[in-house]
C-alpha cells in the first residue's frame, strides 16, 4: 500500500525549541522565536509539495491564527498541494461553511480538506461564544456535519433539529470534488458520530497496539452504517543521519525545558476535557512524577517513538525519534496496522520538512510505501542536511 504524507503549519510561530499552543493552550500563551508569516508559512508549503506531500493541516483555536484565511492566502502560493483547514462546527452555521469550502474548491479544485474539531476545552469554547458541554458538541457536530454533506450533494435542507436549524438552504455552485472529511476523537460520544461523517479518523501518535485498537473500534462502528473509512494519525518527528544524532537532538529540547515551564504547562493541559488529551499526558506522567523526564530516552514508550514534545505542547505530545531508516520503520508499522495517512511536523517546522523529505521519503518510496506523485524533480538541498541514509 502506499500512504499520504501531510505536513503542519505553525500558525502561532516557530522556534529550534518545543513550542506550546496545540489544544488546551491559552490565547496568547504559544511563545514563539520564529514569526509565522505567510512568506514562513509559503517556504514550509513549497517544500512540502516538492517533496511529494499531499496537504498542509492548519490548525484552529484561540492560540493560534484562522486556518480558512491562511489557507486561503497559501493556496496561489502553491499549484497542487492541498490544505486541511482545520475548523469547528456549530461556531458559524452549516450552511456558511458548506458554501466557504465550496467556494474554496471551485478556484482550487480538489485543494480543500477539512479536520472537524468538536473541541475538547470548555474553558476555550466559551471564549468563542460555545456555552454545550463536550457530548452536545458531539450531537451538534452530527447535525452539522448531516446538513453540510447534504447541501454539497446538491439538496435544498430543511431541518429542524436540537442544536442546528436552517430552512431551505442551498448552494449556488457545488464542489467537485467533495472535500474529505477528517475527524478526530477518542471519547465514546466521538466514536459514533465519526462512523457516521468521517472520510479519514485521525488518531494522535499513541504506540501502534493502542492506535490499532482504536481502528478496530472505528471501522466496526463505521461498517454498521454500510461505510469505509481510511485512517490518519498525527506525529512530530526528528529524523537524522543516525540515531545517535536524532536522540542527541531530542537531548537538546529537553534540556531547553525546566521544571515550572513543565508544571506549568500541565497544569493548563489537565484542564482539557478531551480524552484524547488525557491519553496524551499519561504516556508520560510517570517521567512527570519521579523527575526522569530530563532525559530524553527516558520518554520513549514504544520503538523510536518518544512522548517529550507533550510536557510543553497540548495536542499531538509524541514523535518519531531515529535515522532516516528507523523512521521509515515505524512508518511501515503504523502502515500495517491500518493507518494511511501521517501528518507530521517538527521544531523548527522548515528544516525538519527537509530532514524528513531527503532523509526518510527515498526510503519509502523504494519500499513503495509512497509514490508521491506530485514529485518527478530531484529534491531539494539545503547546507545543514546531509546525506539521505
Known amino acids: 500500500m502506499s500512504v499520504k504524507l501531510h505536513w503542519f503549519l505553525p500558525t502561532y510561530g516557530d522556534s529550534r525549541l518545543i513550542v506550546g499552543g496545540g489544544h488546551g493552550t491559552p490565547a496568547g500563551a504559544a511563545r514563539s522565536d520564529r514569526d509565522a508569516s505567510i512568506d514562513y508559512l509559503a517556504s514550509i508549503v513549497r517544500a512540502a509539495e516538492t517533496f511529494g506531500f499531499t496537504g498542509a493541516l492548519i490548525p ?4 493560534c491564527e484562522d486556518a480558512f484565511i491562511t489557507a486561503a492566502l497559501l493556496a496561489r502560493e502553491t499549484t497542487s498541494l492541498a490544505f486541511l483547514v482545520a475548523f469547528r462546527p456549530g461556531l458559524v452555521s452549516p450552511t456558511l461553511s458548506a458554501q466557504m469550502a465550496a467556494t ?3 478556484h482550487a479544485p480538489g485543494r480543500i480538506l477539512l479536520n472537524v474539531v468538536v473541541g475538547g476545552e470548555a474553558h476555550e469554547q466559551r471564549a468563542f461564544g460555545d456555552h454545550l458541554d463536550k457530548d ?3 450531537e451538534r457536530a452530527d447535525e452539522f456535519l448531516e446538513v453540510v454533506r447534504r447541501l454539497w450533494a446538491g439538496e435544498t435542507v430543511t431541518t429542524h433539529g436540537i442544536h442546528i436549524q436552517v430552512d431551505e438552504a442551498s ?5 467537485n470534488p467533495l472535500p474529505p472529511l477528517y475527524f478526530g476523537g477518542s471519547s465514546a460520544a466521538a466514536g459514533p458520530v465519526a462512523a457516521r461523517h468521517a472520510d479519514v479518523y485521525l488518531t494522535w501518535g499513541e504506540p501502534p497496539d493502542a492506535v490499532q485498537e ?3 473500534w472505528i471501522r466496526g462502528l463505521a461498517e454498521k452504517q454500510g461505510r469505509n473509512v481510511r485512517f490518519g494519525i498525527r506525529l512530530h518527528t526528528i529524523s537524522r543521519d543516525t540515531a545517535d544524532e536524532a536522540w542527541s537532538q531530542a537531548d537538546k529540547l529537553v534540556d531547553a525545558l ?5 508544571r506549568s504547562a500541565q497544569a493548563g493541559l489537565s484542564r482539557s476535557q478531551s480524552e484524547g488529551q488525557r491519553r496524551m499526558l499519561a504516556l508520560h506522567e ?8 530530563h532525559d530524553a530516552r527516558s520518554l520513549e514508550i514504544a520503538p523510536n517513538l518518544w512522548a517529550g514534545v507533550g510536557l510543553v505542547r497540548g495536542g499531538a505530545g509524541t514523535a518519531l525519534v531515529g535515522s532516516h531508516t528507523d523512521v521509515a520503520d515505524r512508518i511501515a508499522e503504523y502502515a500495517r496496522v491500518g493507518i494511511d495517512e501521517f501528518i507530521f511536523s517538527g521544531y523548527p517546522h522548515l528544516e525538519e520538512l527537509f530532514w524528513f523529505g531527503e532523509g526518510v521519503v527515498p526510503i519509502l518510496r ?11 524533480a530531484a529534491p531539494a538541498s539545503i547546507p545543514f542536511v546531509g546525506a539521505t541514509r
Not at 448552494?171 to 464542489?175: F, K, S, Y
Not at 525546566?258 to 513543565?262: A, S
Not at 510517570?286 to 523526564?293: I, K
Open 60 to 63: 484552529t483555536g484561540a492560540w
Open 104 to 106: 474554496f474548491a471551485r
Open 136 to 138: 452536545a458538541r458531539y
Open 171 to 175: 448552494l449556488a455552485t457545488l464542489p
Open 214 to 216: 482504536k481502528i478496530e
Open 258 to 262: 525546566d521544571e515550572d515551564t513543565v
Open 286 to 293: 510517570a517521567n512527570r512524577a519521579n523527575g526522569t523526564w
Open 366 to 376: 523504494e519500499r513503495g510505501l509512497f509514490d508521491g506523485s506530485h514529485l518527478n
